[in-house]
């Protein structure tokens, strides 16, 4: 299988910024993770399965679902020679290189030019077995001026690494959902890159609530004047479960804005969840507003929360940049005065960790998937006895 046809940029030695970090589709150019690299010190690399040395894809196997589609989008496999397979994404780590080289082939969806969606389309990727390595490529690509909300579902067991790369086109406004809403025993290391139009305009709201070991980056680029990103994330923690969130926004070009709010609960012994939210804004980007959160709520014992936002500027003619982080254990505050009130404890709890993800679920613009999720938000604190 070929790989694109690009040049990889390399630097020598440790780089400096995040815009002089390695980037190459040749998996022999990074180096084997040893767990002691700074991208990859809070990731558990044994309960990868050796994701991070495969040598080709082995044993499981994903599928694509996507049995109706509203009018304007269109869904094809395409092969891995493609010439937009790579074109907005070039990966900078080694994961990411190999989802590049074993994938056999990519899912290219499409929408129209000047589209707009008379309703959410909805793809699921299915995971077949978390026995073996799967791999896999998907290329989003909005026309021009369309108006389109796509939801990337994913589901079952499976042992995965895969890169998703969403060109939004001139003057267009997507809302990307993907829901990372795996079996307890998947394991997933995924990069998903954005590249935004001049004056386009993009709303990500990531949800992640299953899988043993989740590690979800997702970096944004703009490639003229006038782009705006929202990317919001929803992810929740059980016992045992690793959840890792990385973001690179990468302000390139003049007059762009950015905002990142990432809210995370925990429960359970061991349950741990990394957030590490990057913002580059370099010499060029003047005019550059942008603000980035996360929160998390830690409902019990033996939880961790890690979470390290970093601003790297450039130039002094900025609009705003700013940046906030919170942890924090459930507040027995809030607790006693719903009790006091003839709330029961176990409903209270509910209604103290609903309020928390509210705003968040309300970014989601599909009523069945918004319901569907905070039905499984509920459903955990029950099982959890929270």
């Not at 001026?145 to 790369?165: C, F, I, K, R, W």
């Not at 709303?203 to 990317?231: N, P």
């Not at 939880?303 to 705003?320: F, K, Q």
Request: aromatic share 6%.
């Amino acid at each position: 299988m070929s790989a694109p046809t690009l040049v990889p940029s390399k630097t020598q030695g440790p780089p400096k910024t995040k815009s002089q970090a390695l980037r190459s589709f040749d998996p022999a150019d990074f180096p084997a993770l040893t767990g002691r690299e700074e991208e990859w010190r809070f990731t558990p690399l044994k309960r990868l399965r050796g994701l991070d040395s495969a040598t080709a894809a082995s044993g499981a196997s994903v599928k694509y679902e996507y049995p109706t589609l509203p009018s304007g989008v269109s869904v094809s496999t395409v092969d891995r020679t493609d010439p937009r397979i790579g074109s907005v994404l070039t990966p900078f780590d080694r994961i990411s290189a190999l989802a590049y080289a074993h994938a056999a082939d990519a899912l290219a969806v499409r929408v129209a030019r000047a589209a707009v969606l008379p309703e959410p389309a909805t793809i699921r990727l299915v995971g077949g077995g978390a026995d073996g390595h799967a791999f896999a490529q998907t290329f989003v690509e909005v026309g021009e001026q369309a108006q389109a909300t796509l939801v990337l579902e994913h589901t079952g067991s499976v042992t995965l690494a895969d890169n998703v790369e969403v060109v939004v086109g001139r003057g267009s406004h997507l809302t990307l959902v993907t829901v990372a809403g795996w079996a307890r025993d998947a394991v997933q290391a995924q990069h998903l890159k954005f590249r935004l139009g001049r004056d386009a305009k993009v709303k990500h709201v990531q949800v992640s609530l299953g899988g043993d070991l989740v590690r979800q980056y997702v970096s944004v680029d703009y490639a003229d004047r006038g782009g705006e990103c929202e990317a919001y994330g929803l992810y929740f923690a059980d016992a045992g479960q690793h959840l890792e969130h990385r973001l690179l926004v990468d302000h390139a070009v003049p007059d762009c804005r950015s905002y990142v709010a990432y809210r995370g609960a925990l429960q359970g012994r061991g349950a741990h969840t990394v957030w590490v939210g990057d913002v580059l804004i370099r010499t060029e980007a003047t005019g550059t507003d942008t603000y980035e959160i996360n929160r998390n709520l830690l409902l019990t014992d033996g939880a961790r929360a890690d979470s390290i936002p970093n601003l790297e500027i450039e130039t002094g003619e900025v609009i705003g940049a700013g940046h906030a982080s919170a942890t924090g254990r459930f507040d027995d505050e809030q607790l006693f005065y719903l009790m006091s009130r003839g709330i029961p404890s176990e409903v209270a709890r509910k209604l103290v960790v609903r309020g928390f993800f509210t705003e968040l679920l309300g970014k989601i613009p599909v009523e069945e998937l918004r319901d569907r999720l905070a039905a499984a938000i509920d459903a955990r604190l029950r099982e959890a006895g929270t």
